[in-house]
Structures are given as C-alpha cells and as structure tokens.
C-alpha cells in the first residue's frame, strides 16, 4: 500500500520542506517563432519518513508546480508548437517517491513550415525509490508534427508507473502525425524498446493488425514486484476474480495466461476498444489500450483495474485512481 509520502496517491502529505528559490518559471530561449524550454525536479528522501523536493523549476512552456498532490506540469505557453525543442530531467532519490502530472491536456501544434516539435524527457529512479509519470492526454492537432523521447534509468528495486495518453486531433479533426519513443533500462540491462507512429500515412501501420482506426493510444508501463509472478499466475487471479463477482469488459471476458494478453470487443475497425497486457522481462508490465475517445480508454483501465485487484492490488489501485482524476 502507498504509505503517504510525495506523490505517492490521493490522500498525500504536503512536500515537507519550502519549494527552492528557482521554482518559477523562467524566460526560456528563443529561435524565431520556436521556444527552447527545460524543466528540473529532484526530490531526495531525508531519512526521516519525508521526501525533499530539492529542485523545481522551468522555463516556458514546462512549469512544474508543487502541489499536496506532488509536481504538476503547468503549461506556461502554447505547445508544443513546431520548431519547440524542449527538454525536462527528474532525478527520484534513493527511498524517495515523486508523482508528476499536469493540470490540463497539453496540444502539440504546427509551426512555420513543417518543422517538428521535441519533447525529451530523462528519468533516473534510484534504488527503493518511485516515480509516477502520469500526465493528461497529449492531443496531435492537425498538420502537427510531434515527437516524444522518454529515456528511464531505474536503478535495483525502484518502481515506476508511467502513463502516455495519445489523442490524435480534436473531435472531427483529422490528427497530425506523434511519434513516441520510450527506452527504460533496469539495473543496467533494458527493459522496454517501444517506438509509436501514430497518424502517419503507413497502411501497415494504420491498418487492422496494428492500430485499426484508433483515435486515441493509451499506455500504462508499472515496474513493481508485484509482476515478478511465475507463469501463469494472471489466469489464477482472473479465475479468482470472476469467482467474486468482478464484472468482465465484455462477453466471458478475456482470456489470461502467459505471455500477450489481448482483448477485442469484437466490433469491427472503428469500435470502442482494443487492449493488451504485455508482460516484460522483469517485474514489468505494459497495459495497452487502443480506442475511440479517451473515455473509452479510461472505461478499459478501469475494468482491468478491477480485474487486476486480486492479483496485483497496488498497480489496480494506482491505475483505478488515475481514471478517477482524468474524469
């Protein structure tokens, strides 16, 4: 269970020493209509059941904010917007926990000429300490060209969830083109390689195999020893959880076992939604989500989360409390 300390669920303690001086935004540089923006949180744990946030600031437009809740990203300015080039670090101290999220939907949008909008973002999680990633959606407006680098280090024993919700344009829009990309390291050794195309002119990629149709891309990777289970240990807790009434996403439900699990509600392309659970080599998991509308991707975690409960209880909790705060 969260036991109360920075960023650690809903019911949090206040960050328990004063904000440092350079928690404001400041001006960030310029090149012509393009911003260059970086933003910096690094939070300690003193030793003495608190965590210290040591390090909170940013330029335009990534404004972190400390909250009761943890650091929230306030959108300072417009954007992304094409040509941005911005850049955020956060460094989780060895026993320390941090929860990272925004206030509001960021927009990616296009600039002058086709240029592309970057978001890089670097993680470092010592050993015993957690971080939570969990940001609104990001919605690729039309003619936007957006990429995303996540790069995470997780030290022995750290824990993560980190969220990426894709929305691709605005309701009756024809989305411009995201590209994600995720690398996470484990102890030195690589956990997940996972790049997303989403909106580009690729068949192969837009078609029935991959994405069918799908507007919106949820993702949710949790590392925790919680899914350092031995084979077939998600059919146990999916029996036990039908057994106590755990109300299925459709139909019989899905069928869980080893390896990929997937799940369709069996509406051709265009329905309400797709997912997976992809177990990773470690104590990792990557639950995926494919669908029409980001309501329709909260609907899908929180049905998992349901079903997750019997089994892994502190990953259910954490994406059941997600879903409540985006609705």
Known sequence: MDDGRVGAGQALSPINLPVCPTAAPVPSSTSGASMNGRAHIVVEHTGEGADRLVECWGE??????????????????????????LSCKVSVGSGARLRVGSVAASYARPGVGAERSILRVEARVEQGAT?????????????????????????????LMWIDVVVMGRQG????????RRRVDLAGRPLSRQELRLGTSSRAIQGPAVFGGARVMGSCLVVNLEWDRPRGWMADAHGLAMQRGSRPVSGNGPVLGDGILSHSDGKPSGGSQRYGI??????????VVLAQSVGDVLVAWEQLAAQLAYGAPRTADQLARYVAELR
Do not use: K
């Open 60 to 85: 335009a437009p990534l404004a972190p904010r400390p909250t009761s809740r943890g650091v929230f990203l306030v959108g300072g300015a417009a954007g992304p917007l094409g040509g941005d080039n």
């Open 131 to 159: 971080l939570h990633w969990v940001p609104q959606p990001l919605v690729a407006l039309g003619g936007c060209r957006h990429r995303s680098e996540v790069t995470i280090d997780l030290a022995p024993g750290a824990e």
């Open 173 to 180: 829009e024809v989305g411009g083109e995201a590209v994600i």
């Open 278 to 287: 992809v177990p990773l080599a470690g104590p990792a998991v990557d639950l």
